[in-house]
């Protein structure tokens, strides 16, 4: 029987204590993120004058539309994922790691369902439209990709996280086009499926075990995807930026200018969670494998 060599995978370099640390740090900061933007964008009337700057950038055929991208996400698609992370779980024999990832998807939603009843939005700057703090779209699409991460082998991560990341940043998008949500709602959004990834890798099962099997891959896909996410945040930003300088300088509407904005902050806001978290996990190295532990050929 041939073994199976053990490679250096990233999340097994050091101590058991600096993975767990690592990610317990990132669930601290999803929690310490929803009440503090809750606090600066919804109950502050200079906060939510701003935020709804957006809003009126926003066409009136267009307000409160939808688009297939958001309909996708309802509840029986979230238990269609559920079921099918539980089963690529059970086909990879990750069980625990499969149930971790249910959790994510689940704990997410149920968490930005509660949050949204809970945080109240005050009518101290004249708006007319609803509570929606945090956006339940964005906090699914975004524990979806984590989740789908958490049962995916390390190799297939890369495409699985451009897609997804695609996927998360256009609904993020849709959301504020259609006057749905705020920039605030997405941070919350972001926050939220941040903390539950962030602490069931804490204190959940390693998500790779180091084997040989679950090898990383090349490394250039890896460093591609890295290249992508840094460029794409901070091309995103900067778009952001100038659409806010247009606006106020004349240039361009305000109005207009604003939404570009809001949308191109919610979008920042998606890309750098990803980032985060593709950066936290080593997701940019692709692991070596240990040539000594090798078994002899015959």
Known sequence: MTRTPERTAPESRGPLVSRRLR???????GFVIVPLVYAVAVLTPVGQRVEDAAL??????????????????????I??????????????????????AGVVVLAS????????????????????????YPSGHATIALAALFAVLLVTPRRW???????????????????????????????????????WLGLVRAVGPRVDR?????????????????????????????VGVVAVVAGLTGVADLHAAVLVAGRMAS????????T???????????ARTDADALPPRR
């Open 157 to 195: 991560r890369p495409v699985v996280t451009l897609v997804g990341a695609a996927y998360a940043v256009f609904v993020a998008n849709q959301t504020v086009v259609y006057g749905w949500h705020r920039v605030s709602d997405i941070v919350g959004a972001c926050a939220i499926a941040l903390f």
């Open 267 to 274: 979008s920042v806001s998606v890309l750098a969670v990803v």
């Open 23 to 29: 990610w317990g740090l990132l669930a601290a900061l």
């Open 276 to 286: 985060v978290v593709w950066l936290a996990d080593g997701l940019h190295h692709a």
């Open 79 to 100: 238990l269609l994922l559920v079921v099918v992370i539980a089963a690529v779980a059970f086909a990879r024999r990750r069980l625990a790691v499969g149930l971790g």
């Open 56 to 77: 009126g950038g926003v066409r009136e055929s267009d307000l409160f539309g939808s688009d297939t991208a958001l309909n996708v996400i309802s509840v029986p698609v």
């Open 109 to 132: 939603a149920a968490t930005s369902t509660l949050v949204k009843r809970i945080a109240e939005r005050p009518e101290i700057a004249q708006s007319e439209t609803p509570n929606s």
């Open 210 to 238: 180091g084997e040989r099997g679950d090898r990383d891959g090349r490394r250039g896909p890896r460093r591609v995807v890295t290249a992508l996410l840094l460029l794409a945040t901070g091309v995103t930003f900067l």
